[in-house]
């Protein structure tokens, strides 16, 4: 669908000019006329992908969007349309960006589109699984409960990303405090000592030699040396966006040993648990349920799992039947989700499991930080230790000589 911007008047006379979105020029124009405005300037804009240059670098909060959904809601229980709904979201929204995008969904509901097409719209803002819980909500006359289903999944992923993160900020801070440790030892003490070496004479010992050998090609290639690690984190970071390193990365993240591995499988098992419980209760299919679950795990090969599953499922077998033969998925997950196609209360099981697993989550990143910490000063320390101690080594070969 194109975007074209226009400037038109109404029956009073009053100029305005914005953006409207159609599928081409005339239903540009129609959309125009149902607002009761005459078009003097209607033109096209030109198209850059799924979004536009202008909007390439921006982004909309996780929390804005959550706000947005927990007050799209309350409007829409209140009895308000969509169209006035979207309307003072607009003017209530801080985010300039996002009240754009906002007004643009307005302006696509006004044209005629659902509100879900209008959303689809923007998948950098709207994911798959946003616009496939609103279009359910639409579908099934409970929009309200599903903006609000929407705001809460939100919020929970949130938070899990935020302990995620907060657990990675130490380690993070310390190994870069190491490596500059490391730098700064190697430029700055390393050359005073080799100077004092070469002066007294003789063979270095090997633990010296490799230590005053790393500090000369650090000194020496350091335009070598800064260029090759950047270049080495930007192809990493680069084939981990291609299918088939996304899939080792993700099989490596699993087996990562100190229950780092363990600590992941419970973040995902969180993810997909929570996903598929609000895709439920929503009202979506299950195989498109297991579709958008999988797609929005975070690992490939619990989505590769997930795809088994959704295959035997279309075959008419439970849900549980394929979890239980799959060893990615916890014993505790495949048996609660049976007992919820049993009890018919699959959607409430769901959630008692993401519920668990964030509790999980919560405890193994505390387990994980407690390890981690020690083994991180132990690290700084033996990374200065060795460094001291080559410095010192010639030292004690010559007294020992002098005696």
């Known amino acids: 669908?194109?975007?074209?911007?226009?400037?038109?008047?109404?029956?009073?006379?009053?100029?305005?000019?914005?953006?409207?979105?159609?599928p081409d020029f005339e239903a540009a124009r129609e959309q125009l006329r149902i607002r009761g405005l005459l078009a003097e300037r209607l033109e096209e804009l030109p198209a850059s992908g799924e979004e536009s240059v202008r909007t390439?670098?921006?982004?909309?909060?996780?929390?804005?969007?959550?706000?947005?959904?927990?007050?799209?809601?309350?409007?829409?229980?209140?009895?308000?349309?969509?169209?006035?709904s979207?309307?003072?979201?607009?003017?209530?929204?801080?985010?300039?960006?996002?009240?754009?995008?906002?007004?643009?969904?307005?302006?696509?509901?006004?044209?005629?589109?659902?509100?879900?097409?209008?959303?689809?719209?923007?998948?950098?803002?709207?994911?798959?699984?946003?616009?496939s819980m609103v279009?359910?909500?639409?579908?099934?006359?409970?929009?309200?409960?599903?903006?609000?289903?929407?705001?809460f999944q939100i919020e929970k992923d949130t938070q899990i990303r935020r302990r995620v993160?907060?657990?990675?900020?130490?380690?993070?801070?310390?190994?870069?405090?190491?490596?500059?440790?490391?730098?700064?030892?190697?430029?700055?003490?390393?050359?005073?000592?080799?100077?004092?070496?070469?002066?007294?004479?003789?063979?270095?010992?090997?633990?010296?030699?490799?230590?005053?050998?790393?500090?000369?090609?650090?000194?020496?290639?350091?335009?070598?040396?800064?260029?090759?690690?950047?270049?080495?984190?930007?192809?990493?970071?680069?084939?981990?966006?291609?299918?088939?390193?996304?899939?080792?990365?993700?099989?490596?993240?699993?087996?990562?040993?100190?229950?780092?591995?363990?600590?992941?499988?419970k973040v995902t098992m969180a993810r997909f648990s929570r996903t598929l419980s609000t895709l439920v209760a929503a009202g979506v299919d299950i195989i498109k349920?297991?579709?958008i679950t999988g797609q929005t795990a975070g690992n490939w090969v619990v989505e590769d799992a997930l795809a088994g599953v959704r295959a035997k499922v279309h075959q008419g077998i439970p849900i549980a039947q394929p979890l239980i033969e799959n060893d990615v998925f916890p014993p505790m997950v495949s048996q609660m989700v049976k007992i919820g196609e049993e009890t018919g209360e699959l959607e409430k099981m769901?959630?008692?499991i993401a519920d668990f697993y964030e509790d999980e989550v919560d405890s193994a990143i505390s387990t994980l930080t407690s390890i981690i910490e020690p083994l991180m000063m132990i690290m700084v320390g033996a990374m200065v230790g060795v460094i001291v101690i080559s410095m010192y080594l010639p030292m004690f070969k010559m007294l020992s000589l002098v005696k």
């Open 135 to 151: 279009e359910a909500g639409e579908a099934a006359g409970i929009l309200d409960q599903v903006l609000d289903r929407v705001a």
């Open 1 to 22: 669908m194109a975007a074209y911007a226009y400037s038109a008047i109404n029956v009073e006379g009053i100029a305005s000019a914005g953006e409207v979105h159609a």
């Open 289 to 291: 349920a297991l579709e």
């Open 56 to 84: 390439a670098f921006k982004k909309v909060k996780p929390k804005t969007l959550q706000i947005f959904s927990r007050q799209f809601a309350t409007m829409i229980e209140a009895g308000l349309n969509v169209v006035s």
């Open 165 to 265: 993160k907060g657990a990675m900020m130490y380690p993070t801070m310390v190994l870069i405090f190491a490596t500059l440790v490391l730098c700064g030892l190697l430029m700055f003490l390393v050359p005073v000592f080799v100077k004092i070496f070469g002066q007294l004479g003789g063979k270095l010992p090997t633990l010296t030699q490799y230590v005053v050998g790393a500090s000369n090609f650090l000194r020496h290639d350091w335009y070598i040396i800064f260029p090759v690690v950047l270049a080495s984190i930007w192809g990493v970071r680069r084939f981990k966006r291609t299918d088939p390193g996304r899939r080792l990365w993700d099989r490596i993240k699993l087996r990562i040993p100190m229950r780092i591995g363990d600590t992941v499988l």
């Open 350 to 352: 769901l959630a008692k």
């Open 86 to 131: 979207l309307v003072i979201l607009e003017e209530q929204t801080d985010d300039e960006y996002f009240a754009m995008v906002v007004k643009e969904l307005r302006a696509d509901v006004e044209g005629g589109l659902l509100l879900s097409q209008a959303m689809s719209r923007h998948p950098k803002i709207f994911s798959r699984l946003y616009v």
